[in-house]
């Protein structure tokens, strides 16, 4: 790469998940803002699980808004990796312990990142299993895909609306996680590089931060750097960086975390490729300190050759 030409970014979009239309939406943020920042810019719309569009791009790195399933689970890192393509985010492995929320559950509980305490199944559980379920879990529970985000194929049921949750979550990827609900306030954490952005706390207007509260305009108000307990802001931080660092992700994440009434935080999940829209939740809160959107996607960008550069660099480790 030569200083007399501009960065080709590819901004890899769509996909064959559930989540191809909010990829879509992501990827067309990210090309408008690499554009702002001054670098060409290639919008590569999958709709197959390979890379092919990059064959003759000649792209200098690639920018992944893809989100689930061929995004987020590491099968594109590898791809973009025996490509030799930079691209932002994740590797393989971290991308693919992340999107699975029973791997995700095991790291934290290594690794003391606080968490709720859970339950999985690989079928419809019974009649025996499901009082088991609400006999340890108590009177409320959360019951979800083991791999999925937007919070697609999650629901929030007692007793008497679990046997239809359940079996809506199942068809997902054939696992289910249950965990007891936790009634207190939601909170979600970007981190860049290895940085915490500020806390944002969710307020929808529903029942819970589900796929309409996240993506339909006015479902949810956000408030940056909310009003907090002594202490309760420092342990939310710590608790998304412990988390990000657990699951070794790499210069991008979104952490969710619930504060409970008591004030105890668990931490939910880890999103290695956050929705990128410039009203999405990472551009928010970067906004907050002072980095828009386009100087955001342009410090990714940045980021994904430094560790090609470094990777190549004499006696970098294999």
């Known amino acids: 790469m030569t200083k007399d030409r501009r960065i080709t970014v590819a901004v890899l979009m769509g996909g064959v998940s559930s989540e191809r239309e909010v990829s879509l939406h992501s990827g067309q943020g990210v090309v408008n803002a690499l554009r702002a920042a001054g670098f060409e810019v290639i919008p590569c719309v999958l709709d197959t699980a390979d890379i092919s569009c990059l ?35 994740s590797g393989p492995r971290a991308s693919a312990d992340a999107l699975d929320k029973l791997i995700t559950k095991h790291k934290f509980l290594a690794a003391g990142v606080p968490t709720a305490p859970f339950l999985v199944f690989d079928h419809a559980p019974d009649a ?9 879990l108590g009177p409320r529970v959360v019951v979800k ?27 997902f990827d054939g696992r289910i996680i249950i965990e007891p609900f936790i009634k207190g306030r939601e909170f979600t954490v970007g981190v860049i590089g290895d940085e915490a952005l500020p806390i944002i706390e969710l307020k929808p207007h529903r029942d819970f931060f589900d796929y309409t509260a996240k993506y339909q305009y006015g479902e949810t108000d956000y408030i940056v750097n909310p009003d907090l307990p002594a202490g309760v802001a420092e342990n939310i931080t710590k608790a998304a960086l412990d988390a990000f660092h657990c699951l ?20 939910l999940e880890a999103n290695t490729i956050p929705g990128f829209t410039e009203t999405s939740l990472v551009p928010m809160a970067a906004k907050a300190v002072g980095c828009d959107f386009p100087q955001l996607c342009r410090r990714l960008v940045e980021m994904a050759l430094e560790h090609c550069t470094a990777a190549s660099s004499p006696g970098s480790a294999d």
Request: aromatic share 6%; glycine share 10%; net charge negative.
């Open 55 to 89: 064959d003759a791009s000649g792209a200098d790195v690639a920018f992944i808004a893809l989100h689930g399933e061929f995004g987020e689970d590491g099968r594109i890192q590898a791809l973009l990796e025996e490509a030799a393509i930079p691209y932002i985010g």
């Open 128 to 136: 025996a299993e499901t009082k088991s379920v609400f006999d340890k």
């Open 145 to 171: 895909p083991v791999a999925q985000g937007s919070s697609i194929g999650v629901s929030i049921v007692s007793r008497d609306g679990f046997a239809d949750a359940a079996e809506d979550a199942i068809r």
């Open 248 to 267: 070794a992700c790499r210069d991008l994440a979104r952490i969710d975390i619930m504060i409970d009434e008591a004030g105890d935080c668990f931490v």
